[in-house]
């Protein structure tokens, strides 16, 4: 996870979920890839067909996370309903947003 700059990109803040401005987060521990919410724990991972998506099962539901390359945000997409969500990084974006400049491939 931390290889690869997708990963990178969104270990690198918390984010919020569409108008929840409490986080959601994701973190490697142990080797194991955790997505903290504050509707639960999940997990979260890499759609092998596509670089710039993240997969996300909390809550028992499967969640699409399309990251935009030229922004810091991505929208999720629910598997189960196709209702989608944005979300952008909490805080100071100014790291992020200047490292996506160059493409999270080269984080």
Wanted: glycine content about 12%; hydrophobic content about 40%; aromatic content about 14%.
């Amino acid at each position: 996870m931390r290889s690869s700059g997708l990963g990178r990109v969104a270990m690198a803040a918390a984010w919020s979920w569409g108008f929840n401005r409490e986080g959601v987060r994701f973190v490697v521990e142990k080797g194991e890839a955790l997505f903290r919410s504050p509707w639960g724990q999940g997990r979260w991972g890499f759609v092998p067909s596509r670089d710039d998506v993240i997969f996300v099962d909390f809550a028992q539901q499967m969640h699409m996370l399309r990251f935009d390359r030229a922004h810091a945000r991505f929208v999720s997409t629910r598997c189960s309903d196709g209702d989608t969500v944005s979300g952008n990084p909490l805080g100071d974006t100014a790291d992020i947003t200047r490292r996506l400049e160059d493409g999270w491939d080269k984080w």
